[in-house]
């Protein structure tokens, strides 16, 4: 189906592009690695054991992190005038939504893979079951706050302060994403059954879905002049 | 002076109007609250926010989603007046938020003894200020009108469709982490003079918000008006 | 309608503002195969946002495009039959000329990729540059690659934007030899243009838009000269 290779074809060509260079892969890594690094050293570690903040600080992390590199896919368009060349395709706006969506997730979920295993090390999670069921939480959650951050960029990178504006309009829009995802992590490193996270899983899903249909449908008013 | 800046200066004459019928309506309730209502048994005076706050707090939250409903009205329709209104009602939000915000900790200090509690109303304002703030960040990073009203439509249809998850979010951190209980803002059985005056209190600031929100309409709509003349 | 028929571009009663500008104020043209339009109009006339719109990238106040009897907004298909080129080249710095090819295939869901890539390399003369990233391309070289990339799908109707800005003699001369191949190969041409010389050759019709609206519709005349106080009278009134 043409939106679909039309998607396809957007993602591939940002993620060939960034690999070119990796500049914003690495300073997005580097930027995860310093967050992580930031709260490690300024808690006592006398009153404030790693593991009570373990969850909150990966979820920090994570967000910050996403917040870096989603400025970065609209940014591409920019030169050339590229984004005309895409627009002018004969297939609906939709299929530039996802293909930005695909690469803002690769991208995301690249710079988490590496500061996850990081995180476990610095705060000395005990690897377990419950990591796995971690990462599921961390997919679920992403997905929701990257589709957000899709529309958003694309708004925001047309503006004079790309880079401010886009962490003020996200914010909020990570709140609820962040609390159920992190709730979940909680109680995952507590060592909770999953048969207790159901709720909190269910409504990650439920942020999703609305958001990824919602950012899908209000995208053509951001890219139609 | 054409048609349209003539009509937009009655919105603003009707609106003060309005507003000042329900600035005074307010001094009422105020006198009210401190006269003519009994004072709570176990809290005493703090609990007399009580018919300032949740109304305001209402008022904010409604301004919101009615400049939620205009937005996705102006991208079906693409009425500038929409974008207009929007716009008039997200201010007007603003600005109850802001007051509900400071009033509420300079109150809260020598009576709770804390500056901030993350009791639920609070917390619920505090994230629906910042969802007004970023309209308001976004409708000024962008210059052209029509890109800018279609951009503010789609945050403010996002952050409309956002409110339920704020409030199920506040409400399960509370639920989950029980704060210290300051303020009952539940809903006991309350005598006739308190019931008075909290839905006087409701009624007093639906009028706010709609003389104000008129008022703003018909600056913007006269804004608008003034800048075709120049244009032609 | 007869006109609606022939027609490969028809654009009625188009009109768009930006802000409290009226950039095109009810604009009615049709364009069949094998004419080279040249649109002219002095500067803030209205040429490039009417490019704009016929080629989907603006959305009109008010009015339609139909290409090839579709509307180009509603049916995104449509737009199939139309390629642009404009001054900015839509292509990417960090990839070679075969990979914003292919890249622009995928979009176009065309089909025979590889074939179709390299005919046009080796058409426009880029085999030398097919591997190599265009940042280092000069305007020349890029403006073929941009030729290749928007006629890749062989639209029917190709619009040009200011096409021979920055142009040294012999790209331009280039640019004036494909204008006139696409008119043998019965295609249509709208070519915006502010200096009618360029392209006056390969034209078979000049319309001039001032103020937002159509204020000459002529076939090409032979004299240049004679055309440009014509001209200058349509645009002044």
Not at chain 1, 9 to 15: E, F, G, R, T
Not at chain 1, 78 to 93: F, M, N, S, T, Y
Not at chain 3, 79 to 93: C, T
Not at chain 3, 120 to 138: H, K, N, Q, T, Y
Request: include cysteine; charged fraction near 15%.
């Amino acid at each position: 189906m043409s939106v679909w290779r039309a998607a396809r074809a957007i993602a591939a060509k940002d993620l060939r592009i960034e690999w070119r260079h990796k500049t914003a892969l690495l300073t997005a890594t580097l930027f995860a690695v310093l967050v992580l690094l930031v709260f490690v050293f300024s808690r006592d570690p006398a009153s404030v054991p790693l593991a009570s903040i373990a969850p909150s600080v990966l979820w920090v992390t994570l967000a910050l992190s996403a917040l870096v590199a989603l400025n970065r896919a609209f940014l591409l368009e920019r030169e050339h005038a590229a984004l005309d060349g895409i627009l002018l395709a004969p297939v609906p706006r939709q299929a530039l939504f996802w293909g930005k969506l695909l690469s803002n997730l690769a991208f995301v979920l690249t710079v988490q893979a590496v500061a996850f295993p990081l995180w476990v090390l610095f705060f000395n999670i005990t690897p377990t079951g419950a990591l796995l069921a971690i990462v599921v939480v961390v997919l679920l959650a992403s997905v929701g706050f990257t589709a957000v951050g899709t529309l958003f960029s694309a708004m925001a990178v047309r503006t004079r302060f790309a880079e401010l504006l886009l962490p003020v309009l996200m914010l909020p829009f990570m709140i609820p994403p962040v609390f159920a995802a992190s709730e979940a992590t909680m109680r995952l490193l507590a060592g909770r059954p999953i048969g207790e996270l159901w709720g909190w899983l269910r409504l990650l899903a439920l942020y999703d879905v609305v958001f990824v249909v919602l950012a899908n449908l209000l995208f053509p008013a951001v890219v139609d002049e | 002076m054409n048609r349209d800046s003539q009509s937009a200066r009655g919105s603003i004459r009707k609106g003060r109007a309005i507003m000042l019928a329900g600035l005074v309506g307010l001094a009422g309730i105020y006198l009210m609250a401190w006269q003519f209502t009994p004072t709570e048994r176990f809290q005493g005076l703090a609990q007399k926010i009580f018919y300032i706050h949740p109304p305001a707090a209402y008022a904010s939250e409604m301004a919101y989603v009615l400049a939620g409903i205009a937005s996705v009205l102006y991208l079906l329709l693409k009425d500038e007046r929409f974008d207009t209104f929007a716009a008039a009602s997200a201010e007007v939000g603003l600005a109850f938020g802001a007051v509900l915000l400071t009033t509420g900790p300079i109150w809260a200090k020598p009576i709770w003894g804390a500056w901030w509690t993350w009791d639920a109303r609070l917390t619920f304002s505090l994230i629906l200020f910042l969802l007004f703030a970023g309209y308001f960040a976004l409708r000024s990073a962008v210059r052209e009108p029509a890109e800018r009203a279609r951009y503010a439509a789609v945050v403010a249809v996002m952050g409309m469709l956002l409110v339920p998850f704020i409030h199920l979010t506040v409400y399960l951190f509370n639920t989950t982490h029980p704060q210290p209980v300051v303020v009952q803002t539940g809903k006991p059985a309350l005598p006739p003079e308190m019931l008075r005056t909290f839905l006087a209190s409701f009624a007093v600031f639906t009028t706010l918000y709609v003389g104000m929100v008129m008022m703003r309409y018909g600056i913007g709509a006269r804004q608008i008006a003034e800048e075709v003349a120049d244009a032609e | 309608m007869s006109e609606a028929v022939a027609s490969l571009l028809l654009v009625r009663g188009v009109a768009r503002t930006f802000g409290r500008l009226h950039a095109l104020r009810g604009v009615d043209l049709a364009v069949a195969a094998g004419e080279v339009v040249l649109l002219l109009g002095p500067n803030g006339a209205g040429k490039s946002t009417l490019l704009r719109v016929v080629a989907g990238l603006a959305r009109p106040t008010k009015g339609s495009v139909r290409v090839a009897g579709r509307d180009v907004h509603a049916e995104p298909s449509s737009r199939s039959a139309l390629g642009l080129l404009s001054h900015q080249s839509f292509l990417y710095d960090d990839l070679t000329a075969r990979e914003n090819l292919r890249f622009a295939a995928a979009l176009h869901g065309l089909n025979g990729v590889d074939s179709l890539v390299e005919d046009a390399i080796e058409a426009m003369g880029l085999a030398r540059f097919a591997d190599r990233p265009v940042a280092g391309f000069s305007r020349g070289t890029q403006q073929r690659l941009a030729i290749a990339r928007a006629t890749l799908h062989q639209p029917s109707l190709l619009l040009l934007d200011e096409p021979f800005t920055g142009l040294d003699a012999h790209s331009a001369g280039e640019l004036r030899s494909r204008i006139a191949a696409e008119r043998a190969a019965g295609r249509a041409v709208v070519c915006v243009t502010h200096e009618p010389g360029e392209a006056w050759l390969p034209a078979t019709r000049v319309v001039a838009l001032a103020g937002g609206r159509v204020v000459l519709d002529q076939p090409r005349p032979d004299s240049l000269e004679e055309f440009r106080v014509a001209y200058g009278r349509a645009v002044a009134a």
